[in-house]
């Protein structure tokens, strides 16, 4: 089936820095989907992206879908404390009904020191 | 507000012990998820509904069943629980006319199987 191939695993960094994380897949996707998931919580959509080459910011965060429709990344920039979280993508499952099904990456955990 | 509910936040449970697991969405959506989520691998998906009494396996169903009943309550069993089915379980909604893609998790069930 589909796999998303995310990295880094995990990241460590410093108040005040900015982050910058991967996607990668091996077959093609037309929709690319970031997602937060806070401590103790569920995931929260960040961003949406439907074209090759977009690139969409909210807030501090950009993010970009890739031009071979394989891979999409996201930034955040000077980063808080309240960044930390688990962040994954995710796109639309392929084969079959879809419905709605995602498939999520394995996720990016960031720790943010203050 | 957007809202899912799941009915217990952490459970303990025997091995062998029949388990229910209840989700409610507020959103009047058509599409419900469960997935379970590990560390190292993401969220899984379980099994999906897009309608009163339909089903479909996602990519891990095996020693789960689900039962949706009315629109709004999706629920998940594990028949006989098992230790490897120690994880946190969340539920998740979408439309399926407007932004499938844009799935509203609740804040998950830890559950712990001894």
């Known amino acids: 089936g589909q796999q998303l191939n995310q990295s880094p695993q995990s990241m460590f960094i410093q108040e005040g820095e900015d982050v910058s994380m991967n996607c990668t897949s091996s077959?093609?996707?037309?929709?690319w989907l970031w997602y937060k998931q806070d401590p103790g919580e569920g995931p929260v959509l960040l961003i949406a992206?439907?074209?090759?080459?977009e690139l969409t910011s909210n807030g501090r965060l950009t993010a970009q879908f890739g031009i071979t429709r394989k891979d999409s990344f996201l930034n955040i920039s000077a980063s808080i404390p309240s960044d930390v979280g688990i962040y994954f993508c995710?796109?639309?499952?392929?084969?079959?009904?879809?419905?709605?099904?995602?498939?999520f990456g394995q996720g990016t955990i960031l720790t943010v020191h203050p | 507000d957007v809202k899912v509910t799941q009915s217990s936040r952490y459970l303990v449970k025997r091995t062998g012990e029949k388990v229910f697991l209840e989700c409610v969405q507020d959103?009047?959506?058509?599409?419900m998820f469960w997935y379970r989520q590990d560390p190292g691998l993401g969220l899984r998906l379980i099994y999906f509904?897009?309608?009163?009494?339909?089903?479909e396996k996602g990519d891990i169903p095996e020693g789960y069943s689900v039962s949706r009943e009315k629109k709004e309550r999706f629920s998940l069993i594990l028949e006989s629980a098992s230790t490897n089915q120690t994880s946190m379980y969340l539920c998740?909604?979408?439309?399926?006319?407007?932004?499938?893609?844009?799935?509203?998790f609740g804040p998950g069930t830890r559950l712990l199987v001894l």
């Open positions: 998740a909604s979408s439309s399926l006319y407007f932004r499938q893609e844009t799935q509203y």
């Open positions: 077959s093609i996707f037309n929709t």
């Open positions: 992206l439907y074209k090759a080459g």
């Open positions: 995710a796109g639309p499952s392929a084969g079959g009904t879809s419905y709605g099904k995602l498939t």
């Open positions: 959103m009047d959506h058509e599409n």
């Open positions: 509904s897009y309608d009163v009494k339909m089903k």
